[in-house]
């Protein structure tokens, strides 16, 4: 199976020098390929690391005294649509179809699994489509008139974004958690400053070197450069990176967002004082962490430094 990730899928070109890291994951068994670039299985050991950044996700979250979620992989297409993300990133998207038709189409649908035709053109979109980010989830529940103080969430989700890649810190399918804060303006634009720092400190004690880069969303097509030139020139996104070994440039493995009033006002949230509500996620890339990780101290996480493991409660998990 490591062959399908080495020469790249058929009908994506495989890419020499880029995907060392990611076989070196799958040899290791710590990943485990599906025949999908960017599609993995995650082995017991990189499970409990990822467990161990969730714990310590969940831990400043509850100091912030943030309601805990965990949201399916899947997000109503009504509310989907309310997040305007269609417009900035349709390339990023998948959707869900299933089959609804009759005992005929049931006979075509076979015949053409059988003959390798095309049978997914006899399937219809669902209600639902793949998450795209874990924060999407929260904002129809902050409809209508927030408490004084805002709304705080601690969501995490399996994502989904379209874009293969054999890069291992670039996954289609992959784990967000996130602490959002919806509230007044000040309240959100201070949500995403101290948990920018605060996700820094967390990531640069777990042996990370880390800074923080003005950044911006890779916005779809020729009003996306406006938007993402604009998103740069006001800091509204910012992102914590790091230097993963055995891949190119730097990596962002946080990201914190303001998003003003982009989810205030298509969910319809007011503040106590009247106006519309502003939110900002502090978003962690759980796998582009792990990876990271496994990258700097080695794919035998039992050998990491004692600090580290403890930090991540992996002192007796991993004996
Ligand atoms: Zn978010």
Not at 97 to 104: A, K, L, R, T, Y
Not at 276 to 301: K, N, Y
């Amino acid at each position: 199976m490591t062959d399908i990730i080495r020469a790249g899928t058929p009908g994506t070109p495989g890419t020499p020098g880029t995907e060392s890291l990611v076989c070196r994951l799958v040899d290791a068994e710590l990943l485990v390929p599906t025949g999908v670039l960017g599609l993995y299985g995650r082995s017991g050991t990189y499970q409990d690391v990822a467990d161990g950044i969730g714990a310590m996700v969940r831990r400043w979250g509850a100091s912030l005294g943030a309601r805990r979620l965990h949201l399916p992989p899947v997000l109503g297409r009504a509310t989907f649509a309310h997040t305007n993300y269609l417009e900035s990133f349709p390339d990023l998207m998948g959707s869900v179809h299933v089959f609804s038709g009759g005992n005929p189409e049931h006979k075509e649908l076979l015949r053409r699994v059988e003959s390798g035709g095309d049978w997914p053109a006899l399937l219809e979109p669902a209600d639902v489509v793949l998450a795209s980010a874990a924060c999407h989830g929260v904002y129809p529940l902050c409809t209508g008139v927030l408490p004084i103080e805002g709304r705080t969430f601690d969501v995490q989700s399996y994502c989904f974004r379209h874009e293969p890649s054999p890069q291992a810190a670039r996954m289609q399918s992959f784990v967000m958690h996130e602490i959002a804060h919806v509230g007044t303006a000040d309240g959100a634009w201070n949500h995403r400053e101290e948990g920018l720092a605060h996700g820094l400190r967390m990531l640069s004690g777990l042996g990370l070197d880390m800074s923080a880069v003005p950044a911006s969303d890779p916005f779809f097509g020729r009003v996306g450069a406006v938007l993402a030139a604009g998103q740069l020139d006001e800091e509204l996104k910012m992102e914590g990176v790091t230097a993963i070994p055995g891949t190119q440039g730097m990596t962002a493995i946080m990201s914190a967002n303001s998003h003003r009033d982009h989810f205030g006002v298509p969910f319809g949230i007011e503040t106590a004082g009247g106006a519309v509500a502003h939110s900002a996620c502090v978003a962690f890339g759980v796998d582009r962490i792990v990876v990271a990780l496994l990258a700097v101290h080695g794919l035998d996480p039992a050998s990491w430094p004692s600090g580290v493991r403890d930090q991540l409660g992996l002192a007796g998990s991993l004996a």
